[in-house]
C-alpha cells in the first residue's frame, strides 16, 4: 500500500495570554491508503489537536500535512472547504445532525454539496440508512433516535459519498458499552469493504482494539506507534469461523432420522 496521509515536523503551539502553549511537538507520521488507525491518549494529550490539523480545521504552527497528493497545511478556506467536500467524511461524538430534518435528509447532505439530483440522493440515502440497518428509520428525526440510532445516521452521512477519507472523534463518547461495539464493528466493516482510510480519535483502550494500527500520544508526542496484532474484529471473525465449523463437524457426526 501506498502512504496516503504524510505528516511531516508538525507542531501547534498557542498562544495563550503571555504564556505559549506546545499542543503538538514535531509529528512524523505515515499512514497507508486503507488502513484503519486509530490515534490514542487522555484529555489534553494533543490528539484532538491532531485531527484538527489533519482534517484542515486548523494550520499548524510548522510542518506539513500532506493527503493523497494535496499539501493540505497550504490550502486556503476556500480550497480546504472544497477538498473536505470531496474526499473526506467526519463522524462526531455529539452525532452533528440537523435537528429539524429527517434522518434520510441529514444522511443525502453530502450529496447536495457535491450536485447530485434530489432522486439520487434519496435513493442513496436510503440504501446507506439499510446498510446501518435503519431503513424502517428514514424519516424519523434525531429527537425520535436513541443515540446509537443518531449515532448509525452520523455514520451513513461520513460514508454515503464513499471518500477516500474519515475521521471519527471519539465516535463512541456518547455510547454504552454494547451500543459503542456495535457502532465500531459497523464503522469498520464499512472502511474495509471500500478501502476507505479511516482515522479514529479516542481515549478509550476498547475502541482502539478494533484498529489496525495504535498511535499513542503523550503530551504533543507520539510515544508509541504499533500494530494491533490482536484486532477485535478479526477476533471475532475468527471465533465465529471457528464455531461454525465446530456445528458443521457436529452436524456430521450425528446420525441421520
Request: with cysteine; glycine share 8%.
Amino acid at each position: 500500500m501506498g502512504e496516503f496521509i504524510e505528516i511531516r515536523n508538525l507542531a501547534k503551539i498557542y498562544q495563550v495570554g503571555d504564556e505559549k502553549v506546545v499542543a503538538l511537538r514535531k509529528i512524523n507520521l505515515s499512514i497507508p491508503k486503507g488502513q484503519i488507525c486509530c490515534v490514542l491518549g487522555t484529555s489534553g494529550s494533543g490528539k484532538s489537536t491532531l485531527l484538527n490539523m489533519l482534517a484542515g480545521l486548523e494550520k499548524p504552527t510548522k510542518g506539513r500535512v500532506v493527503i493523497g497528493e494535496t499539501n493540505v497545511s497550504a490550502l486556503d478556506e476556500k480550497s480546504l472547504a472544497l477538498f473536505r467536500q470531496d474526499h473526506i467524511g467526519f463522524v462526531f461524538q455529539s452525532y452533528n445532525l440537523l435537528p429539524t430534518i429527517t434522518a434520510w435528509e441529514n444522511v443525502a447532505l453530502p450529496l447536495v454539496f457535491r450536485g447530485m439530483d434530489k432522486a439520487g440522493r434519496e435513493k442513496a440515502a436510503q440504501k446507506m440508512l439499510k446498510r446501518v440497518g435503519l431503513a424502517d428509520r428514514a424519516l424519523h428525526k434525531p429527537t425520535e433516535m436513541s443515540g446509537g440510532q443518531q449515532q448509525r445516521v452520523g455514520i451513513a452521512r461520513a460514508f454515503v459519498s464513499r471518500p477516500s477519507l474519515v475521521f471519527a472523534d471519539e465516535p463512541t463518547g456518547n455510547l454504552d458499552t454494547k451500543t459503542s461495539h456495535e457502532v465500531m464493528s459497523l464503522m469498520v466493516r464499512m472502511a474495509k469493504k471500500y478501502r476507505q482510510t479511516l482515522v479514529i480519535v479516542t481515549h478509550d483502550s476498547e475502541v482502539a482494539r478494533y484498529s489496525d494500527r495504535i498511535i499513542h500520544i503523550i503530551d504533543g508526542v507520539v510515544d508509541r506507534d504499533e500494530p494491533n496484532r490482536n484486532c477485535l474484529l478479526e477476533k471475532e471473525g475468527r471465533e465465529h469461523a471457528e464455531k461454525t465449523e465446530e456445528e458443521k463437524t457436529k452436524c456430521k457426526g450425528e446420525p441421520s432420522v
